[in-house]
């Protein structure tokens, strides 16, 4: 029997561990004897729909090592969303599999993405095509349903934490007759989980993070302005993380931009400025406004240790379950317990993921509504321990890239 081929591509949102997921699935897939190629998806599924591949093994074995502390997504990411009834991009979907021998298709990314590999598995078993499709996790949003949490939120967690504590102690110390008030807007489209995650350096109650806003709250304008006056009688200066999705009473987004992407999300921005427009105007204290953005996805020098592990084991899990026969699933990280910290892998079905949303539980919201708990902080904690640096090279991070040029 012919040997089947292995692609491999990334979708949506990137983080700093996602290439650690394809290390972890092509370093073993290199071993394997059932596997005679392994093709990456050059931008996802847009560059599989124009037959941009490239073949692993032509690759330099280095340069898959390097995979393992890159941050980003080296083989180019995508937003493609396949909409049912796209039978032409279905067809060309199964003709480049047919051409390439793909016999097993692993899709990274997060809800949307795991949309979009239930509908390509749902869609061999219609033709008759015999492919084994398992998603891989991943999203810095840590809102994956169906998994303890995903790989990419404790490195992303780490970084916000740390940036939080830093800018918490530079701001009380110009808070005597400069800045008043620090706002650090995290991403976070509907659940809380990244904002929540700056208070994992908060060294004691005098320090920031003072306010959370997540969008597991109404956002009550009133409320928080008496909030905010009231943490700066007692600080002297108040520091505030903002998730991105904070919402009013009436359901709209703080920092609606007016239109949508290609899943429907609708799109954000600035929630951090609007929230400092309403203090600035309210209570005229100056204020400061930082935007992490793309920093806290791709902070790949800063690395939590135990995130990386995961990442690469997820990967390996992948490879395991597809091997096995098994398709139509995601691999899941289930926690066993939190001291010590451990965690075994598992599977959820494509169609549980698909489309679907992890909040932020209510026991882990604080009681007036502008912060965590200790039972957040025990379940996060874990999420960020240890460090795992890159090499370095010139004192620069030495991070590998791959050729995204179209085919």
Same mark, same amino acid.
């Given at each position: 029997m012919k040997s089947k081929n292995i692609l491999y591509a990334q979708s949506g949102g990137v983080t700093s561990v996602i290439n650690a997921s394809a290390y972890g699935l092509i370093s073993k897939a290199l071993k394997s004897e059932e596997i005679n190629k392994i093709y990456a998806g050059i931008y996802g599924i847009s560059g599989i729909l124009e037959g941009n591949l490239l073949d692993i093994k032509e690759e330099p074995i280095e340069k898959i090592h390097a995979l393992s502390?890159?941050? @980003? @997504?080296? #083989?180019?990411?995508? &937003?493609? $969303?396949?909409? %049912? *009834?796209?039978?032409?991009? #279905?067809? $060309?979907?199964?003709?480049?599999? *047919?051409?390439?021998?793909?016999?097993? #298709?692993?899709? !990274?990314?997060?809800?949307?993405?795991?949309?979009?590999?239930?509908?390509?598995?749902?869609?061999?078993? +219609?033709?008759?095509?015999?492919?084994?499709?398992?998603?891989?996790? +991943?999203?810095?949003?840590?809102d994956l349903y169906g998994t303890d949490h995903s790989p990419g939120?404790?490195?992303?967690?780490?970084?916000?934490?740390?940036?939080?504590?830093?800018?918490?102690? *530079?701001? $009380? /110390?110009?808070?005597?007759?400069?800045?008043?008030?620090f706002i650090m807007e995290t991403m976070g489209r509907h659940a809380g989980w990244l904002a929540a995650s700056t208070s994992l350096a908060k060294l004691n109650a005098d320090f920031g993070p003072h306010i959370i806003l997540l969008p597991e709250r109404i956002f009550d304008e009133d409320n928080f302005v008496n909030k905010v006056k009231y943490e700066v009688e007692k600080n002297g200066y108040c520091t505030i993380a903002? @998730?991105?999705?904070? &919402?009013?009473? @009436?359901?709209? #987004?703080? /920092? *609606?931009?007016?239109?949508?992407?290609?899943?429907?999300?609708?799109?954000?921005?600035?929630?951090?400025?609007?929230?400092?427009?309403i203090i600035l105007t309210r209570l005229g204290?100056?204020?400061?406004?930082?935007?992490? %953005?793309?920093?806290? $996805?791709?902070?790949?020098?800063?690395?939590? +240790?135990?995130?990386?592990?995961?990442?690469?084991?997820?990967?390996?899990v992948a490879l395991d379950l597809a091997l096995s026969g098994i398709s139509g699933f995601m691999v899941t990280i289930n926690r066993v317990s939190n001291e010590p910290y451990q965690v075994q892998y598992g599977k959820v079905p494509l169609f549980e993921v698909a489309n679907n949303t992890k909040y932020m539980p209510?026991?882990?919201?604080?009681?007036?509504?502008?912060?965590?708990? %200790? +039972?957040?902080?025990?379940?996060?904690?874990?999420?960020?321990?240890?460090? /795992?640096?890159?090499?370095?090279?010139?004192?620069?991070?030495?991070?590998?890239?791959?050729?995204? !040029?179209?085919?």
């Open positions: 502390y890159t941050p @980003s @997504s080296a #083989f180019g990411s995508c &937003r493609r $969303r396949l909409k %049912d *009834d796209d039978n032409e991009g #279905f067809n $060309r979907l199964f003709q480049i599999f *047919d051409e390439y021998n793909v016999g097993y #298709f692993f899709y !990274n990314g997060g809800n949307d993405s795991m949309d979009t590999a239930h509908k390509i598995d749902q869609y061999a078993i +219609k033709i008759g095509y015999d492919l084994k499709v398992i998603g891989i996790p +991943k999203t810095i949003d840590n939120y404790g490195s992303a967690a780490k970084y916000l934490a740390i940036s939080m504590l830093e800018s918490s102690i *530079d701001t $009380r /110390s110009m808070s005597k007759d400069s800045t008043k008030i903002v @998730s991105e999705g904070i &919402r009013y009473k @009436s359901g709209s #987004f703080v /920092s *609606d931009m007016g239109y949508t992407d290609s899943f429907g999300n609708r799109q954000l921005g600035d929630a951090g400025r609007v929230v400092a427009n204290l100056k204020v400061h406004v930082a935007v992490p %953005d793309y920093l806290q $996805r791709s902070s790949g020098h800063i690395v939590s +240790k135990t995130d990386r592990e995961e990442a690469i084991k997820v990967g390996e209510e026991e882990f919201i604080a009681d007036d509504g502008y912060g965590v708990n %200790d +039972k957040f902080i025990k379940y996060a904690k874990p999420l960020i321990f240890g460090e /795992s640096y890159p090499d370095y090279k010139d004192g620069i991070p030495d991070y590998v890239y791959f050729p995204l !040029n179209e085919k």
